[in-house]
């Protein structure tokens, strides 16, 4: 029995092309009647996709009709098919995010790559940070925090020059963007069951922002942020190029 195929592709005029390419040779199936959904485009649309079939349970292979594409295989018209009865299955768990403004709102939304805490005003942000209730930093002076995945260590977390994390390592990073004070904290690598608090000192005039795979909310005054293994995205890749060997390469350019 051949695999079932639901194609999704972003509004770039290169993966609407690959769509209409792949969909002409391998047919095209709604996503509650297929057995996986390949993605085109770049890493951005492969966190979009992810996100919004989350419920459908269904393994995602992505095809890099974008820009960066660390989150997707090479692309190509031919051998679908085999590629994907071929492809090794990773599974990523997402970080959740609680964030509360400064009316009362709490705003939940989830994140495959990071939870982040940008400064959304002139001045530098003021932040106090906890670990599992336990008070670890009064003040952190900075443009921003965030605290990534395994899966997007390599993401805004190594352009803060955060540390690089094996898919497998339990391990979530807490990375400073530009740290004034304490001036050379660069974070900490902490267990992926804990559970970190970031309250925003002086909200009012240094206004801060929370962001959770680019989904934002603006006049946060609290954010709190934890691992939620009760929710798994598939994510296939070729043999010889899934997330592990792709972060071990990051570290050797």
């Given at each position: 029995m051949s695999l079932r195929i639901a194609f999704a592709a972003s509004t770039?005029?290169?993966?609407?092309?690959?769509?209409?390419?792949?969909?002409?040779q391998y047919g095209d199936h709604?996503?509650?009647?297929?057995?996986?959904?390949?993605?085109?485009?770049?890493?951005?649309?492969?966190?979009?996709?992810?996100?919004?079939?989350?419920?459908?349970g269904l393994p995602v292979y992505g095809m890099n009709r974008g820009t960066v594409g660390f989150l997707m295989n090479e692309y190509s018209d031919y051998g679908?098919?085999?590629?994907?009865?071929?492809?090794?299955?990773?599974?990523?768990?997402?970080?959740?995010?609680?964030?509360?403004?400064?009316d009362g709102t709490v705003h939940r939304e989830l994140a495959i790559n990071e939870v982040s805490l940008l400064r959304a005003g002139p001045q530098a942000a003021?932040?106090?940070?906890?670990?599992?209730?336990?008070?670890?930093?009064?003040?952190?002076?900075?443009?921003?925090?965030?605290v990534s995945t395994p899966a997007g260590s390599t993401a805004y977390n190594y352009s803060a020059h955060g540390a690089i994390l094996p898919i497998g390592s339990d391990v979530?990073?807490?990375?400073?963007?530009?740290?004034?004070?304490?001036?050379r904290w660069r974070g900490a690598l902490l267990p992926n069951t804990a559970e970190v608090r970031f309250e925003v000192l002086d909200p009012a005039k240094r206004p801060v922002m929370a962001e959770a795979d680019a989904r934002s909310v603006r006049d946060v005054v609290q954010v709190d942020i934890r691992s939620e293994p009760s929710i798994e995205h598939r994510v296939m890749f070729d043999p010889g190029h899934g997330l592990e060997e792709r972060l071990l390469q990051e570290q050797f350019v």
């Open positions: 770039a005029p290169m993966a609407q092309a690959a769509r209409e390419s792949l969909t002409r709604a996503e509650d009647g297929a057995d996986v959904i390949v993605a085109l485009g770049g890493d951005g649309f492969m966190l979009h996709t992810l996100h919004r079939t989350q419920k459908l679908l098919t085999e590629r994907l009865e071929a492809a090794e299955e990773t599974v990523i768990n997402p970080l959740s995010m609680n964030a509360v403004t400064m003021r932040l106090r940070i906890s670990v599992d209730g336990r008070l670890r930093m009064a003040e952190l002076v900075c443009d921003g925090a965030l979530l990073a807490l990375t400073a963007m530009s740290a004034f004070r304490p001036r």
